[in-house]
């Protein structure tokens, strides 16, 4: 059996860069140590070259289990761009905070080394490791703040629940094995669509799925699943918790989008309801928390709570069907999803951007300090505001789109349930726009506090900052250049 | 029949050690109990005639695993049993209460559809009514016999090649983290000098 | 492969015998020959050249009184001894003690079991004997047995790895991990015409990997540091006395003849030697004598190893174990499989002994250049240096554990 080496070309320059980073750190001295940051951007750039040469086409090797096609391609971009992002946020943020870089920069490249291999596994076996190979690095980056207690609690919370939904997951997957006698996720369709009639499955089968959905709604922190995140959000170091509440996040949803419409697409009557009242807790809960934080941290984590929650919604309507009907509303579902991580990334990233810039050298990260933050820096304030908007689903703003594309998914074949979907979603906007518009006051219309500090968020950050914002500016006023990309993705899963 | 005896004691071996790891309270005692499970579990390995699994199983978990963890039980001293006290009466009933529920749940589960003729792997019988056929091992049973390690390699290989590759990956993660998490000095002493100001323009 | 249930029973027999008589050989035969390195006489008295000592020891032993300290854990401290010796013997079942013979109609190896797994029960086995000594240790509730059997058990495992890693070397390159596979791949010539097949020529680092980790495995001087009489009062035995600790002794001196067995099978080719034309009853009984001379090479470099070398201190025990023999280790079994992939693609070409001859300049290159190699080299350098440096009160003149027993 040949390997398409070509195919795995991304994968390699990851892993590569792992390795070179390690090494250089082991190396390289004092100072000179956060020479490994730019080392592994230089790496993720040409992972990004790589997957860009493999655009459009359509390869599979290793027996199937490892597939390049848009939807791979697609969700490989947004892994490497939120790596670079990630990347330019955490320079100085561990350059001056005496962490063990070289290991972080090891730890976070080989996390994302699991993400970037996630789309393309159509193989429970693969799809598990890739999984793993995610969560395990992330468990010990939570705890890098060696010093801070909380940063202990929150890796230990983080590692034991991380365990659990593991655990709970493989036995799911052990089961579905049993059942359908494969591990390729095709294969399973195939195997649950010869077995099984709609509406009699057998109690064990649908067992096995819902097992295998808890473990990725603890990956995706949805309710009742959300517990740890708050806390281990605001004990990471927060680079580490920017990358968690995103790139971690779109991979559980990489993750749930390929088993659920793959692998278990036939049973969807009996997951998709179940997602749906999920998602409707989940952004409740979450905007409901988020009201009462005055950490901005454990704000943006509520908030990023209820994110999960939109993100799931589109799953809520998931069809089971193979007619015409059925199968475009599981692709409009699962677009909305795709275009809701992209801008979701964004905006978030941005989001914690600035709230990096904001402590650094001060530390301050209450929404108290965040009182004429617009005053003492206009670039940060402004950019916070953006992406405060954003989150929220403002107009002139990528998160209105991926609202709008979300409602649409829930609305293609009008249902009572998807109706009430639609509803909630709107209700919980408004209750999002409660919190992030007071803060945006704060920014804007409060006098600072006597003896502020002047943020000084140095070179890389304001440049990411800078970035991002542009972006969810001109993807709000330019839609279709996400969109254009994201509609040509297809989930033509079944090959 | 000898087969079903053997499943039977081992099941059983199996089952009570699993509720014993968790009833003990003596810490060595559970990890002990602990090996006994997985020692039954190779047995039940052996009984479904994968040779391989079963002395990996005794090999790395029994052999290697637990031995670790009564290590860092042991060096830790946390062996005494005052530190197990179970959490009060009601944390305990809600305990018994949600295994009965999985136990029972699993039992539905299982005993309707896979105890029949046609749940036998290479019967001949049609399954009928909620019964299932043997699914999955097939590929297993038409390899050659060779205690199920060239297929396992084969497979490992070829299929599996980069789920393999991974964990490599996974594994050597692992270490560094568990170094770096063990480490107990934070920074090196020369790297106590750094500059807190701008480091480079 | 079915036999009749008598033929089963006889080589059963046979092995649980041979082993045993072995073992009760290596007790006299160390306490002969150490005591000869050491200028004493050694014991003399029983039987021709003091041959039947072990046979009175094991009979004391079992007569002598069984002393239960207070304070220990029971059931623990009762089932410890007993799992050891259960391992140990039960670890023999996959080697061949000779080869094949022809009884009452039944022709059949002098092997328990063939398993399809062979060598891997043999470490599974290994494996299971850690919790002897390390249950022993912590039931004793004492701190000696206690650090003692801390000690051995991380030894132990550490071991197994290097020697796990030597083994794999063996698969790769015998196709197999069965036993009888791996004796027959060893029977014709080796590499060069009129040396004998075995794997020792080839797996060179390996068998040596695997020779230090068995002195390591069986907890022998110079690595026996689990009882370190100096400095433990006898490590994880301490507080047994009578039929309990014979069992312990019975453990560790079969531990010997099992390792040696064991080389023997997987790198001097087992029970295979020349029978020189001898009429069939006797060429039946030829492979049994060559693998019991093969063994007691082996049995004998124990004894030597003992008289002759301190003990080592136990950081350099491990630093050696994974820095120096699981490297070797793990690099070996890579190289063999490379061997074997080149012997099976029928040699290499010119372009790939091109590459590889361009691979080893770059690597020299490098490796001089950062001085890595070089400090690496004094590493391994210091390892073994270290590792036969007395750091210990000096082992030679201490007595037979036999001998404090009485």
Not at chain 1, 64 to 89: E, M, N, Y
Not at chain 1, 382 to 397: D, N, R
Not at chain 2, 12 to 31: E, F, P, S, T
Not at chain 2, 54 to 77: E, N, P
């Amino acid at each position: 059996m040949a390997i398409d080496f070509g195919a795995l070309g991304p994968e390699i320059a990851l892993a590569v860069t792992a390795l070179v980073v390690l090494a250089a750190d082991l190396s390289l001295r004092g100072p000179a140590k956060q020479l490994v940051n730019p080392v592994a951007a230089a790496g993720t750039v040409v992972a990004i070259a790589l997957t860009l040469r493999l655009w459009g086409d359509e390869r599979s090797t290793f027996g199937g289990t490892f597939v390049i096609d848009s939807l791979a391609l697609t969700f490989k971009l947004l892994f490497l761009g939120t790596l670079l992002a990630v990347l330019g946020i955490s320079w100085r943020f561990f350059a001056e905070g005496r962490y063990f870089q070289g290991e972080y920069y090891f730890l976070i490249v080989t996390a994302f080394l699991g993400m970037v291999l996630m789309p393309s596994a159509r193989d429970l076996l693969t799809l598990f490791v890739a999984l793993e190979t995610v969560s395990i690095p992330a468990f010990v980056m939570v705890g890098l703040r060696k010093r801070d207690l909380y940063s202990s609690e929150a890796s230990l919370k983080f590692f034991l629940i991380g365990v659990l939904s593991v655990a709970i997951m493989l036995l799911g997957m052990s089961l579905v094995y049993g059942f359908t006698g494969t591990t390729s996720l095709t294969g399973i369709a195939e195997a649950i669509a010869a077995t099984q009639t709609p509406g009699s499955e057998t109690p064990l089968l649908l067992a096995a799925v819902l097992l295998i959905v808890v473990g990725f709604g603890f990956k995706v922190s949805a309710v009742p699943f959300h517990f740890w995140a708050p806390d281990t959000y605001a004990g990471a170091p927060m680079p580490v918790t920017a990358m968690l509440a995103v790139a971690s996040k779109a991979a559980g949803f990489v993750g749930l989008t390929l088993v659920a419409f793959a692998a278990f697409a036939p049973l969807a009557g009996a997951w998709a309801p179940v997602l749906g009242v999920v998602a409707l807790a989940t952004m409740t809960v979450g905007n409901l928390g988020a009201l009462q934080q005055r950490d901005v941290v454990r704000l943006l984590a509520y908030s990023s709570v209820a994110q999960a929650g939109y993100i799931l919604l589109p799953f809520g309507v998931a069809r089971g069907g193979t007619d015409a009907l059925s199968l475009a509303v599981n692709q409009t579902a699962f677009r909305a999803v795709l275009l809701y991580l992209v801008a979701y990334a964004v905006m978030n990233i941005g989001a914690f951007a600035v709230v990096i810039g904001v402590a650094r050298r001060s530390g301050l990260r209450a929404t108290a300090d965040y009182a004429g933050l617009g005053a003492r820096s206009p670039l940060l304030g402004g950019a916070m505001t953006v992406f405060l908007l954003s989150l929220g689903g403002a107009p002139l703003t990528v998160g209105l789109w991926a609202k709008f594309a979300i409602v649409e998914a829930l609305t293609v074949d009008v249902t009572a349930f998807g109706l009430v979907l639609a509803a909630g979603l709107v209700v919980n906007s408004v209750i999002a726009f409660f919190y992030y518009l007071r803060l945006i006051r704060g920014i804007w219309m409060e006098a600072p506090a006597e003896g502020a500090p002047v943020p000084q968020p140095g070179f890389n950050l304001s440049l990411v900052v800078v970035g991002l914002a542009a972006l969810t500016v001109v993807l709000g006023v330019l839609p279709a250049l996400v969109t254009d990309t994201t509609s040509v993705v297809t989930l033509a899963l079944g090959r | 029949m000898g087969e079903t005896i053997a499943f039977l004691v081992f099941a059983g071996i199996a089952l009570g050690a699993a509720v014993a790891v968790v009833a003990m309270r003596n810490l060595v005692h559970a990890a002990l109990m602990l090996v006994i499970h997985l020692l039954a579990v190779a047995g039940l390995y052996l009984g479904l005639e994968s040779q391989f699994l079963a002395v990996i199983q005794v090999l790395v978990y029994a052999g290697a695993i637990v031995v670790l963890f009564l290590f860092v039980i042991m060096l830790l001293g946390v062996d005494r049993d005052d530190l197990l006290v179970a959490q009060g009466r009601r944390a305990v009933a809600g305990a018994v209460a949600v295994g009965l529920v999985l136990a029972g749940a699993l039992t539905f589960a299982f005993v309707g559809p896979y105890t029949g003729e046609a749940s036998v792997c290479g019967s001949d019988v049609a399954p009928t009514g909620t019964e299932q056929s043997c699914a999955g091992i097939a590929p297993v049973l038409d390899a050659d016999d060779d205690a199920g390690v060239a297929f396992l390699g084969r497979r490992l290989f070829t299929r599996y090649t980069l789920a393999f590759e991974l964990s490599a990956v996974l594994l050597t993660v692992a270490t560094i983290g568990a170094v770096v998490l063990a480490r107990r000095r934070d920074l090196s002493p020369e790297d106590e000098d750094l500059p807190t100001g701008e480091v480079t323009a | 492969m079915s036999r009749p249930l008598w033929v089963a029973g006889l080589t059963a027999g046979l092995t649980f015998l041979y082993f045993l008589l072995t073992t009760a050989i290596l007790i006299w035969g160390e306490r002969r020959v150490v005591a000869r390195m050491q200028s004493r006489l050694g014991p003399n008295r029983v039987g021709p050249l003091g041959a039947l000592q072990t046979l009175v020891d094991g009979l004391k032993m079992f007569f002598k009184e069984d002393v239960t300290p207070a304070m220990v854990k029971q059931p623990i401290f009762t089932v410890a001894p007993l799992v050891g010796v259960v391992a140990g013997l039960l670890s023999t079942a996959v080697i061949p003690i000779g080869g094949e013979v022809t009884l009452g109609g039944e022709t059949f190896t002098l092997q328990v079991a063939d398993l399809g797994v062979g060598v891997l029960w043999f470490l599974a086995m290994g494996s299971i004997h850690v919790y002897s000594v390390f249950l022993a240790g912590w039931a004793s509730s004492s701190p000696y047995p206690l650090l003692g059997g801390v000690r051995s058990s991380a030894q132990m495992i550490s071991y197994e790895i290097a020697q796990g890693l030597a083994v794999a070397s063996v698969f790769i390159y015998a196709g197999s991990l069965r036993v009888s596979d791996i004796v027959a791949a060893q029977s014709g010539e080796g590499l060069l015409p009129g040396l004998p097949g075995w794997f020792a020529i080839p797996l060179l680092p390996a068998f040596a990997v695997f020779v230090v980790g068995m002195v390591a495995e069986a907890g022998r001087p110079p690595f026996d540091l689990a009882e370190a009489e100096g400095e433990l009062v006898g490590g994880f035995h301490t507080e047994y006395s009578g039929l309990r600790f014979g069992m312990f002794m019975l453990a560790e001196f079969m531990a010997v003849v099992i390792q040696s067995a064991m080389v023997v099978t997987l790198f001097l080719g087992g029970p295979s030697g020349p029978t020189f034309g001898l009429p069939a009853p006797i060429a039946a009984v030829m492979p049994t004598v060559w693998f019991t001379l093969k063994t007691l090479l082996f049995i004998f470099l124990f004894i030597l190893l003992r008289g002759a070398l301190p003990r080592t201190r136990y950081d350099r025990l491990m630093a050696l174990g994974w820095k120096l023999l699981i490297p070797v280790g793990l690099v070996w079994a890579l190289a063999t499989a490379a061997l074997v992939l080149v012997r099976e693609d029928g040699g290499l070409s010119t372009t790939a002994r091109l590459g590889l001859a361009a691979g080893a300049v770059v690597v020299a290159v490098l490796g001089l250049a950062t001085g890595r190699g070089g400090r690496d080299a004094a590493t391994i350098g210091r390892a073994v240096s270290t590792a036969v440096r007395p750091t210990a009160p000096a082992a030679t003149d201490e007595p037979d554990p036999a001998e404090v027993a009485r």
